[in-house]
């Protein structure tokens, strides 16, 4: 397109010289009288050399605040037939009191008017489409026009970076027949079926598709290559993610289909024949339900019922299951130490019991970890305890002890973990594990956890964690509650024991108090220490005779020896305000309700006793 006559007489430059394409003229933008303005006859180009800027025909005319600027857009682009000039010269001539707005709408309607139709038929399709008086395929859109493969000719600050073709068509479409999405404007309007495409092609897709969701059906139809099948699945995600009940399909093209084979080019091979069985073959699209997700393992139901659920294996029977990450909390004295060196090197040699409960599956490589005793105090127990046994582990013991510094041993531990790749992880003890300083708060002891799931999870070791209760609480014996540590280290354990002193030297009461996904007996087992080794004496049916203090033991006893073996309160406050003068009837009473409540009597009436059991004396556990 010529464009001289449009600067010259549109623009009224004046005193322009040409050479050629190129021209001199006076800046209609200042006040010039030596001409410097540079125009350009073929692009429509401008350039003032004095300063006042460049650019093209529709910036020219925004620069000089003329009414018509939204024609030059067209101008510019050479989008122009002899309808669209008669129809912009009758805007000029009943313009006037016509505002800027109702010139804009005017321009909306002409738009559709660009250049030479693609004969397409008298169909709707034919407003989106045209041809510039340079051959090129010119698409119509909302916000802007795009000239194919090539530029957008944006409306001005309206962004056009991706939008749907056809937009307006889709309130008239049948709803209840699918929406068909194709890659490119052309696969669009040949096709014979109602559906879009997106101005970007299959790479991207508009911020907005809501308008898309109003049909039940959507079937994608994007070209035979790698590009389409990727954005097939990425337009199908998006589709299900924010409308997950609509149906969306993927058309599968039939293999042997040249590379990047599409609906335009198949109108022309075999009018549309592929097309029908590429939809007759499409694919419905389900999101996949992620397998892993952080933290968690993901299982279907039909997984679920599909998978046999694994038996529990023990280490050792009733105390250690394997994969578990277990707990042996107790009284400071109740000798915890002890027992975790010698369960550890019970499983390290492959003994066949530990304190009576089965060791399985032979020797297993064990790491001890010391972080309370010290090196030198290690190592002694270690001697004593494996005198014990024909010892034969020690390719499957790997101790470390910590010094006094506060720290998380986490790192460490992975670190020996990694090298050594032992089966089982002893932890002696929690509390000096790491630099947690208040156990009682979740979010201290959320380090804590976190760092023991992590590694259970990472090597698939069983970990045995040694805790400690908290002082006083006597009466609540063996109970979870009296272990020092937040709700959160407690609900995280998945196999947990407890352990206290009794009123007897060297004799403890142990009892698992909770367990996860495993048979449990609750029985409380009474274990003797004995130069440096546990051994299971028995089950006890009644653990209070054993939480007695000694020095309450022999008062009751003192008072007990005097009394016939039936009695009653009276008798009983006779003997002891004749054995305890200045102790008060209040304290007589409060001692004989506490040594009822024990198997030593048996109340058989009200104030009325009868004497059961005698305390048992150290030298009969022994």
């Known amino acids: 397109m010529n464009y001289r006559s449009i600067f010259e007489n549109n623009f009224n430059i004046k005193k322009v010289r040409w050479n050629e ?45 003329m009414s018509n600027k939204h024609e030059y857009i067209k101008i510019q682009h050479g989008l122009h037939s002899s309808n669209v000039i008669k129809a912009i010269n009758g805007i000029k001539k009943h313009s006037e009191g016509i505002d800027e707005i109702k010139i804009r709408r ?38 802007g026009i795009k000239i194919h493969k090539k530029y957008w000719i944006k409306k001005v600050s309206i962004d ?41 092609g299959c790479q991207s897709i508009p911020k907005d598709i809501s308008a898309l969701y109003k049909f039940d059906d959507i079937v994608i139809l994007y070209d035979n290559d790698i590009y389409g099948k990727e ?53 419905v699209y389900e ?23 694994k038996e529990t294996e023990w280490i050792i029977e009733n105390i250690l299951p394997k994969g578990f990450n277990s707990c042996l909390a107790g009284t400071t004295g109740s000798k915890k130490s002890m027992w975790a060196i010698q369960l550890a090197l019970s499983i390290a040699n492959g003994e066949k019991d530990f304190c009576g409960n089965r060791i399985k599956g032979g020797s297993r490589k064990v790491l001890f970890i010391d972080t309370e005793l010290g090196k030198d105090e290690l190592i002694r127990r270690y001697h004593r305890i494996k005198r014990k046994i024909d010892w034969q582990g020690d390719d499957n013991i790997m101790m470390m002890s910590k010094g006094g510094t506060t720290m998380d041993i986490w790192e ?24 947690v300083s208040d156990f009682s708060k979740s979010t201290g002891m959320s380090k804590v956890t976190d760092a023991l799931a992590t590694i259970k999870e990472k090597y698939g070791v069983t970990i045995l964690i040694i805790a400690h209760f908290n002082k006083g609480n ?16 407690k609900n995280s354990i998945e196999f947990q024991m407890c352990m206290i002193q009794t009123n007897v030297d060297n004799f403890n009461i142990f009892q698992v108090q909770k367990t996860r996904g495993v048979p449990f007996d609750r029985s409380y087992i009474g274990l003797k220490w004995d130069d440096f080794w546990f051994t299971t004496k028995g089950i006890i049916e009644d653990i209070s005779d054993y939480l007695v203090t000694e020095h309450k033991k022999k008062r009751w006893t003192s008072v007990m020896d005097d009394l016939s073996d039936r009695f009653d309160t009276k008798d009983w406050l006779n ?25 030593q009597v048996d109340k058989i009436a009200h104030g009325l006793y009868e004497k059961k059991l005698k305390l048992i004396e150290e030298n009969e556990i022994n």
């Open 21 to 65: 394409s190129q021209g001199i003229g006076l800046c209609p933008l200042h006040d010039d009288t030596n001409p410097s303005f540079s125009i350009n006859k073929d692009n429509g180009l401008w350039k003032c050399f004095s300063g006042c800027g460049s650019g093209n025909l529709y910036q020219l005319a925004e620069r000089l605040n």
């Open 106 to 143: 005017k321009y909306e309607m002409l738009k559709n008017l660009y250049g030479e139709r693609v004969n397409l038929g008298d169909n709707y399709k034919n407003k989106y489409v045209g041809k510039d008086d340079k051959g090129n395929t010119v698409f119509i859109y909302p916000n």
């Open 160 to 200: 056009s970076s991706n939008q749907i073709f056809m937009i307006d068509e889709l309130m008239h479409f049948d709803k209840n027949k699918p929406l068909h999405i194709f890659e490119g404007e052309k696969d669009a309007l040949a096709s014979p079926l109602q559906g879009i495409s997106f101005s970007s």
């Open 287 to 309: 999101i996949t339900t992620p397998i892993k997700l952080e933290g968690f393992t993901v299982m279907t139901g039909k997984k679920a019922s599909n998978t046999t659920p």
């Open 412 to 435: 460490q531990t992975e670190i020996m973990i990694h090298a050594f790749r032992p089966e089982v992880v002893i932890i002696d003890s929690m509390y000096n594990a790491t630099s």
């Open 474 to 489: 006597d009466e609540q014996a063996t109970h979870i509650d009296r272990m020092q540590g937040s709700a959160v280290f």
């Open 575 to 599: 003997v002891f305000n004749s054995k305890f003068q200045g102790m008060s009837e209040r304290t007589g009473k409060a001692w004989l309700s506490e040594i009822s409540r024990t198997q």
């Open 231 to 283: 954005g097939s699945k990425t337009l199908a995600e998006r589709i299900k993610s924010e409308s997950p009940n609509t149906m969306v399909k993927i058309a599968q093209w039939e293999s042997s289909l040249p590379k990047g084979y599409d609906v335009y080019d198949d109108g022309k091979e075999t009018k549309f024949e592929k097309l029908n069985e590429a939809i007759i073959n499409a694919v």
